[in-house]
């Protein structure tokens, strides 16, 4: 997995007003709009959150479903390959991105690590 910077300045730039942020993970981007998980950045391809209630509207727009390979098996996130309008159109990136938002929304809160000892 590797980021491509400016897919990730492009998705901050194309969001405002609201404040998008990124972290590092395993070579991609995790983004996050005012600190909710919405998408990732692997390579040069956006993957947006989603869940049960938003899978619908993606298997409509033929969205496929992020997977990874770890040694022999094959995992998958529940993210989705934004459509391609997406890179170069701000109203559906900010269409689709908001129904990744949703779904972040909903998504349980993880708790912190308890501590051992």
């Known amino acids: 997995m590797a980021a491509d910077d400016g897919l990730v300045a492009w998705v901050v730039e ?14 991609g981007r995790t983004l996050y709009c005012d600190g909710i998980v919405f998408a990732i950045v692997d390579d040069d391809l956006l993957w947006l ?20 390979r ?10 989705r390959r934004a459509p391609n309008d ?17 779904a972040g929304m909903r998504a349980p809160a993880k708790r912190p690590a308890r501590k051992r000892g």
Not at 53 to 59: F, K
Not at 70 to 79: A, P, Q, V
């Open 14 to 27: 194309a969001m405002a007003p609201a404040t998008v942020t990124s972290r590092a993970m395993m070579g």
């Open 49 to 68: 959150k989603a869940d049960k209630v938003s899978d619908a509207e993606w298997d409509a727009e033929g969205a496929p479903r992020f997977t990874f």
């Open 70 to 79: 770890m040694g022999e098996k094959t995992g998958s996130m529940n993210y």
């Open 86 to 102: 997406c890179y170069d159109d701000p109203d559906a990136l900010r269409r689709w991105a908001t129904l990744a938002l949703e």
